[in-house]
């Protein structure tokens, strides 16, 4: 079964600019590097380091790959985008 490439659209407006910085913080609090997420995940470091910065829209795809080598639910990356967003 393959996965579409589809745009995380399910989240609030705004929220999507937060994913990246939800993804930095888990990620520092694994106390890994940029580079060691994206070869756990499969990612190459310029996608992650694009999507950490908010510089591109994250696909599904990713997020899920992400937060599978993160050992968390796609669901407290976006809960924590929120957070982040309602600042």
């Given at each position: 079964?393959?996965?579409?490439?589809?745009?995380?659209?399910?989240?609030q407006p705004g929220v999507t600019m937060q994913l990246?910085?939800?993804i930095v913080r888990f990620?520092?609090?694994r106390g890994w590097t940029?580079?060691?997420l994206a070869a756990n995940a499969g990612v190459h470091h310029d996608t992650l380091r694009r999507v950490e910065e908010g510089g591109v829209s994250l696909q599904v795809r990713t997020l899920v790959a992400l937060a599978r080598v993160l050992r968390v639910k796609v669901s407290e990356i976006v809960r924590e985008?929120?957070?982040?967003?309602?600042?």
């Amino acid at each position: 079964c393959k996965i579409k490439q589809r745009r995380v659209e399910s989240v609030q407006p705004g929220v999507t600019m937060q994913l990246g910085q939800s993804i930095v913080r888990f990620r520092e609090h694994r106390g890994w590097t940029r580079a060691q997420l994206a070869a756990n995940a499969g990612v190459h470091h310029d996608t992650l380091r694009r999507v950490e910065e908010g510089g591109v829209s994250l696909q599904v795809r990713t997020l899920v790959a992400l937060a599978r080598v993160l050992r968390v639910k796609v669901s407290e990356i976006v809960r924590e985008a929120e957070r982040l967003s309602s600042r």
